[in-house]
């Protein structure tokens, strides 16, 4: 026996949750299958000993989509102010505005003097592509928008913005090549390139990474912690009589009978499905005959690798919170030392069970930049009266943790890693840290794995570093990135386009709802 369902949405993150709203709201009887056993995926807020941490994204940008659907959908999520500081040692800039840039290629040229012309044509560089991305997302997405739009938008707002954004896109097209690439025609000083490059995935685009000064002025918070947003589309799926059932795999996928099956030994009919989880575990569970497209898109997720992963410990500190608010703000991105990443050899070529990897390890704790967040600083409500919760998170290799836990020294990994992150941030910026932590937390790439399912416990979707994406990669075409090769099968969230990130999951999300409402209407 089968439960019968108009769609069926496998994946409960922020793209499957956004498709989930529209297609219940539209009165598709609807169901939302989630491996894990609460919805958000990697938007989620957990609570212990009275501290609350943000397990996944630290923060929002509305990128002109995430408001926009909020208020198509009538959902109230209260942002708070989410000021960003980038420090390198002991300089720091506070960005408020477009002009903290000045501010912030001052700080460089403070750390690196010798380079003041690079660090200009950097920060010129920075400034033309912050143009180019307030032209594309300069208007509230249309595809959020009331239909039909009135004739005043039209003419007013959309052509005249259509117009810019064809200009704007095909200057961005200029810059899809890896952005350590580009900035090595802007200055031969590697550890100044690593002060960039730092806070990305190995070979993030030149355009996005350029851009991610006017992201982090985009920045919001919401009251209570990321995981309200995807609490509050639950219970709208859920009010209007969308089905949501957690802790429940997807196990086979039979697309010529239009069936999943679960992990429960349950089976679910569909008109259509919506895929918004791991595209290896898609192509995994598909069972029965296959066309040649199938089998070539298959071949290219199963041969692609998952995006740069990240460790974070979470603290629990018998310090208030404005030690923190003095030190680096509720959001910062901070490199201890100028040195730069690029100084260090492979992780790869050294014994996990060698000396010379725990070295190796120590030192790399020593260069990354961190990205430090205290939710506290948002909303006093996140923390005990008179103490902070603080997150910390590095960018971490999956592969390294992985021949860390089969050499069967994970969790001796996880307490070092703890230890050294402590270590570092009390020699710089928080002398009084050490002393004052209640309780620490460590998760992992492998943790992030088995929290989401994710194939190399990505955060952000496909490696650049892949020969070739499995997925679209072109803003211009990213309506068509919802679409795959099995009849009556789409896909949305961070694994159906590069680069991904909150808007891109919510978008995509609307982008599948909309083509499976357009089909079934027909």
Same mark, same amino acid.
């Not at 009135?150 to 052509?159: D, G, I, R, V, W």
């Given at each position: ?379 006093? %409500? ?6 902070? +919760?603080? #997150?910390? !998170? &590095? $960018?971490?290799?999956?592969? *390294? =943790? ?24 009390? %020699? ?6 050490? +002393?004052? #932590?209640? !309780? &620490? $937390?460590?998760?992992?790439? *492998? =943790? ?75």
């Amino acid at each position: 026996m089968s439960d019968k369902y108009d769609v069926v949405i496998v994946g409960g993150g922020l793209a499957g949750l956004t498709s989930a709203a529209y297609l219940s709201r539209d009165g598709y009887r609807t169901l939302l299958v989630e491996q894990s056993d609460e919805t958000g995926g990697l938007v989620h807020t957990f609570w212990h000993r009275g501290y609350a941490f943000d397990a996944g994204i630290r923060a929002f940008e509305n990128s002109g989509i995430l408001f926009p659907m909020l208020r198509d959908l009538g959902l109230t999520v209260e942002c708070l102010p989410n000021p960003v500081s980038i420090g390198i040692m002991n300089e720091w800039t506070k960005l408020h505005t477009r002009a903290s840039l000045e501010d912030y290629q001052d700080m460089l040229t403070r750390v690196f003097p010798a380079n003041t012309s690079d660090i200009q044509r950097l920060t010129d560089s920075i400034e033309a592509t912050m143009g180019y991305m307030d032209v594309l997302y300069g208007i509230d997405n249309p595809l959020f928008m009331a239909r039909p739009p009135s004739m005043e938008y039209l003419t007013k707002t959309l052509l005249p913005w259509l117009l810019k954004y064809r200009v704007a896109i095909s200057k961005v097209g200029k810059l899809v090549e890896p952005v350590q690439h580009y900035l090595d025609r802007l200055t031969d000083n590697r550890a100044l390139v690593d002060m960039v490059t730092q806070h990305f995935f190995k070979n993030t685009p030149a355009f996005f990474a350029l851009s991610y000064f006017s992201l982090y002025l985009d920045y919001c918070y919401p009251k209570g912690g990321t995981g309200v947003l995807p609490q509050r589309l639950t219970e709208f799926v859920q009010a209007h009589n969308g089905t949501i059932m957690t802790d429940e795999a997807v196990t086979e996928l039979d697309a010529t009978n239009r069936q999943i099956r679960t992990s429960r030994q349950q089976a679910y009919e569909y008109a259509k499905l919506v895929w918004a989880a791991d595209q290896k575990t898609l192509y995994r569970v598909l069972k029965g005959p296959t066309s040649q497209q199938i089998s070539r898109q298959r071949d290219a997720v199963n041969s692609a690798k998952g995006s740069d992963s990240v460790l974070s410990v979470f603290l629990e500190v018998n310090l208030d919170a404005a030690y923190f608010e003095d030190k680096c703000g509720p959001h910062a991105f901070y490199t201890a030392s100028p040195v730069g990443l690029s100084s260090l050899p492979a992780w790869s070529a050294l014994d996990s069970t060698n000396q010379l990897l725990q070295d190796w390890v120590s030192r790399y704790l020593e260069l990354t930049t961190y990205e430090i967040s205290c939710p506290v600083l948002r909303d006093p %409500a996140l923390a005990p009266d008179g103490k902070t +919760g603080v #997150i910390v !998170s &590095t $960018l971490m290799d999956y592969e *390294l =943790t992985r021949t860390m836990e089969l050499a069967g020294t994970y969790e001796a990994f996880k307490d070092a890693c703890s230890r050294k992150i402590v270590q570092v941030l009390t %020699a710089s910026i928080f002398p009084d840290l050490a +002393g004052h #932590i209640e !309780s &620490t $937390l460590c998760a992992t790439p *492998l =943790t992030i794995r088995r929290m989401t399912g994710n194939s190399e416990g990505a955060i952000t979707g496909w490696a650049f570093v892949n020969a070739a994406l499995p997925a679209e990669s072109r803003l211009e075409r990213m309506s068509h990135a919802i679409y795959t090769p099995i009849p009556n099968v789409y896909q949305c969230g961070q694994w159906s386009f590069s680069p991904s990130g909150l808007p891109v999951s919510i978008l995509t999300g609307k982008l599948a709802s909309d083509a499976v409402h357009k089909s079934l209407r027909r």
